[in-house]
């Protein structure tokens, strides 16, 4: 919604920005993202949408892509968010294609203020492999005292 004002949008941001406050093109690769977007927006983060991740094991043009853009953001001096990381392999994949962030249940599911601490905690531990993501998950509703399984929104370097 922001970029259908391009030139007010364009002044905003860039005050923003000006301030300090980093600022992240989201669900890069669909919807209204573009190329041209990055050349002209303050942007310091792209965030790779969590379809390219999920299919990324068997769809070889979703690798591709998060391959791509990985490459792209790099080059431009920008970080790259994996959305959507739900397993130790898709987080391994999104570190072999050069992701420098990731966010997604693995890691940990949103959580209020003060349980963060606690949740950087275990996610160094998943970054570093000392945790072993179990076996997946069968009802619907998400099970956070499962030992292993680590959920989250929050993004953490890949």
Do not use: W
């Not at 905003?12 to 041209?36: E, P, W």
């Not at 966010?103 to 940990?108: K, P």
């Not at 349980?115 to 069968?138: C, H, K, N, S, Y």
Request: charged letters at 25%; hydrophobic letters at 35%.
């Amino acid at each position: 919604m922001l970029l259908a004002n391009s030139q007010a949008t364009l002044s905003m941001l860039q005050h923003i920005h000006m301030l300090g406050v980093h600022i992240a093109m989201d669900d890069f690769g669909t919807g209204y993202s573009s190329l041209s977007y990055l050349r002209s927006f303050p942007f310091d983060k792209i965030k790779i949408d969590q379809s390219f991740i999920t299919d990324a094991g068997d769809i070889d043009s979703s690798v591709a892509i998060i391959r791509a853009v990985t490459s792209l953001g790099n080059s431009l001096g920008m970080q790259t968010t994996a959305e959507g990381v739900e397993t130790v392999e898709q987080l391994e994949r999104v570190r072999r294609e050069g992701c420098t962030e990731a966010q997604g249940f693995l890691l940990s599911r949103p959580l209020p203020a003060r349980d963060i601490p606690a949740m950087l905690e275990r996610t160094r531990a998943v970054v570093a492999g000392e945790i072993i993501e179990t076996e997946p998950e069968t009802s619907g509703e998400r099970d956070t005292d499962k030992p292993g399984r680590r959920r989250s929104r929050a993004s953490v370097p890949a």
